[in-house]
Structures are given as C-alpha cells and as structure tokens.
C-alpha cells in the first residue's frame, strides 16, 4: 500500500524558516517524481515544487523561487521541503504528492499524504 | 505561466448527471486530471489522461477534452460525490510545471 506521511508543519514567525519531511512507503520511491502541493485556509490548490527521480532537476511556482526548497534522499524514502523567508502568504496545508505518467501527455498525482499545517504569524 | 479556470459552483439533483468543465491554454497540449476534495481531507484524484480511473472510483466519474475545455462527468450523482473538484495539467510552458483550476465546488441536492 502507498502511503506518503507529511511532517514538520507548525507555528513560525514571518521571516522564519521550517523544514517538512515526507516518508514514502510501499512503493519504490526512487523511480517516480515527487512533488509538493499547498492549500491555504478556505482557497484551492496550489501546486509548489517537484523533483525528478534522482534529485537532478527541481522546479517551482514563481512565488517560492528562491526562498523554498525541495530535496529528497532516495536512500531514506523521503521528501523534502526547506521554507525559508517565510511570509505570511505561505500559510497552508502541505501535501507531499507522487507524480504519475501515463501515455501521451498525461501527468497526474495519484498519490497524496494527509498535509501538514504550516502557520506563518507572529 | 499557465491558468485553468473553473466555475465556482455547480449543483445537481440526486442521481442526475453534472458536468465540471475545466478551461486554459495548456490542456490543448496536456491532458488535464482530476481530483475530489472533502472537507478536512487530501484531494484524490478520479480522472487522468485521456479517461481513465485509478482503482477504486466508480464508473459513474468520466473525463472528456476538447481543444482548450476538459471535463468531467458525473453520471447518476450520489450523496457523497458532493466535494470540491480540482482539475490539473502540465504547464505549457515547456517545463514540468503545474497549474490547478481554480475549483468547483459540487452540491448534490
């Protein structure tokens, strides 16, 4: 069974730094893209980051660029997020998410973890 | 970079049929998928590709695209199938990339 578990959410002051975790299991983590997706209270999704199989490639939404990011250790089945500068903006759940391909130009994530809350107040 | 517009909200008669259309530049390049939210819940996704099902989604759920338009298709609508309901594609900015809809949320009455 997949199972993604998201880790590290909580309370930071605007400014601050946080770093989510997400264990992956039941699946051969090293062979898939691994993405990160946000939510704010009461908004829609937001898709963040995402990595290639072997860390080699990274991209992200314009609003994180240079302030967030994402790493994973193949060897550890984990995901990685590093928030730096945070802003009050960032303030969301944080899904860990599997990217799947399918035929054709299909891309989709079938895998989610429950999310974590980060906060961003003082 | 890319957007995917959606209508806010839909509503539909138990067991009737509802369609949640998704629009933007980028599905004329990629397929979109589809995901259903519950409130306090992770998204899971429904639709991907051309139309297709991961295990365990009724069959009552199908996707369809033209041009720039996707959608999805809730045939025979139940009670539990009332949720917000997200649509996502690549970007088509070149890049692996991704954009969501803005979401639609589904009232079943």
């Known amino acids: 069974e997949v199972q993604l578990v998201e880790s590290g959410g909580g309370l930071v002051q605007p400014g601050g730094s946080l770093r989510l975790s997400c264990a992956a299991s039941g699946f051969t983590f090293s062979s898939y893209w691994m993405s990160w997706v946000r939510q704010a209270p009461g908004k829609g999704l937001e898709w963040v980051a995402n990595i290639k199989q072997d860390g080699s490639e990274k991209y992200y939404v314009d609003s994180v660029k240079g302030r967030f990011t994402i790493s994973r250790d193949n060897a550890k089945n984990s995901l990685y997020l590093q928030m730096n500068s945070l802003r009050a903006e960032d303030t969301a759940v944080y899904y860990c998410?599997?990217?799947?391909?399918?035929?054709?130009?299909?891309?989709?994530?079938?895998?989610w973890g429950q999310g974590t809350l980060v906060t961003v107040s003082s | 970079s890319s957007e995917l517009t959606q209508d806010p909200a839909v509503s539909v008669a138990l067991g009737q049929t509802v369609r949640i259309t998704c629009q933007g530049d980028?599905?004329?390049?990629?397929?979109a998928s589809w995901y259903q939210q519950k409130p306090g819940q992770a998204p899971v996704l429904v639709i991907y590709g051309k139309n297709n099902r991961p295990s365990g989604i009724p069959d009552r759920f199908s996707g369809s695209s033209s041009g720039n338009t996707a959608s999805l298709t809730i045939t025979g609508a139940q009670a539990e199938d009332e949720a917000d309901y997200y649509c996502?594609?690549?970007?088509?900015?070149?890049?692996?990339?991704?954009?969501f809809g803005t979401g639609t949320k589904v009232t079943v009455l």
């Open positions: 980028s599905l004329r390049s990629y397929y």
């Open positions: 998410a599997r990217l799947g391909r399918g035929d054709l130009e299909s891309y989709y994530f079938d895998y």
């Open positions: 996502n594609s690549r970007d088509s900015s070149g890049n692996p990339t991704y954009v």
